[in-house]
């Protein structure tokens, strides 16, 4: 798939995702997300504390039933190397690729095992976790006989840091924000980011500092509630700042000769 299609498939998705206001809604747009990326299954978890107690949480997934009930039942999430992980990573990870992250034990590779025999091969996870505050996944997984789509992580971990804020906003963790306001500036920055300046190319182009730069893109992020480039320019087309046209030049120059 073509870096112009991707984009266009990033822009649907996340889309499908920001706009849902329920967890019905949810659940519905990342069964169309994770059909369209190549993928088996999908999970998102939302849990927050407020000091030492257990605040608002969310729970949506459409793993195979013998797995996630034997998952509840048995409370394996304490002991879920993939949940671990999460508090070891700023970006999504594949499954396999968690020994680079924490230590395995024999019980969590009999874990993984187990996950296996019930249908759940391996995956792609999107955490966020800040420690006694909030620790949240969106994990997008494929079954025995399914390769993971690893031309797509970098939409997988688009739609997934979309798909986290808007399980925060639906689970009551935060009031539903007004329409996020940036300045010129702060456009040009997460546009010109967009189509893969560094932020010293930015600061050239606009004539501005460097450290303005990266202060305009984490501005932007914050006001967001993302944490990620991608999810950021889902968010900034959700909201009408720029099209995925603006993005990529190959689209520019279709619309432009009336193809698209």
């Known amino acids: 798939m073509s870096e112009a299609m991707r984009l266009r498939l990033l822009e649907?998705?996340?889309?499908?995702?920001?706009?849902?206001?329920?967890?019905?809604?949810?659940?519905?747009?990342?069964?169309?997300?994770?059909?369209?990326?190549?993928?088996?299954?999908?999970?998102?978890?939302?849990?927050?504390?407020?000091?030492?107690?257990?605040?608002?949480?969310?729970?949506i997934h459409d793993y195979p039933d013998q797995w996630a009930n034997a998952y509840i039942s048995f409370g394996l999430g304490n002991r879920d190397p993939v949940r671990r992980a999460c508090g070891q990573s700023f970006q999504g990870f594949i499954w396999r690729e968690i020994g680079r992250l924490i230590s395995m034990t024999r019980g969590d590779l009999k874990m993984l095992s187990i996950g296996r025999e019930h249908g759940i091969a391996d995956g792609f996870t999107v955490p966020r976790h800040l420690p006694?505050?909030?620790?949240?996944?969106?994990?997008?997984?494929?079954g025995p006989g399914t390769r993971l789509p690893v031309d797509l992580l970098a939409v997988a971990e688009g739609v997934g840091a979309v798909a986290l804020t808007t399980a925060k906003r639906i689970a009551g963790i935060?009031?539903?924000?007004?329409?996020?306001?940036?300045?010129?500036?702060?456009?040009?920055?997460?546009?010109?980011?967009?189509?893969?300046?560094?932020?010293?190319?930015?600061?050239?182009?606009?004539?501005?500092?460097?450290?303005?730069?990266?202060?305009?893109?984490?501005?932007?992020?914050?006001?967001?509630?993302?944490?990620?480039?991608?999810?950021?320019?889902?968010?900034a087309i959700a909201d009408g700042l720029f099209c995925i046209a603006d993005v990529h030049p190959a689209i520019r120059r279709n619309r432009q000769s009336g193809l698209s």
Not at 132 to 142: G, L, M, R, Y
């Open 132 to 142: 006694s505050q909030v620790s949240a996944a969106c994990t997008f997984a494929v």
């Open 174 to 235: 935060a009031p539903p924000r007004a329409k996020a306001v940036l300045s010129d500036r702060q456009r040009d920055c997460v546009l010109l980011s967009a189509r893969g300046l560094t932020a010293n190319g930015i600061a050239k182009k606009l004539g501005i500092a460097k450290s303005t730069v990266i202060q305009h893109l984490r501005t932007a992020r914050e006001r967001y509630d993302v944490h990620c480039a991608e999810a950021l320019l889902v968010c």
């Open 12 to 59: 649907e998705l996340g889309h499908e995702v920001s706009t849902s206001t329920n967890n019905n809604q949810l659940s519905r747009a990342l069964t169309y997300a994770r059909r369209r990326m190549g993928f088996d299954h999908f999970a998102v978890i939302y849990d927050q504390w407020i000091g030492c107690t257990s605040g608002p949480s969310l729970l």
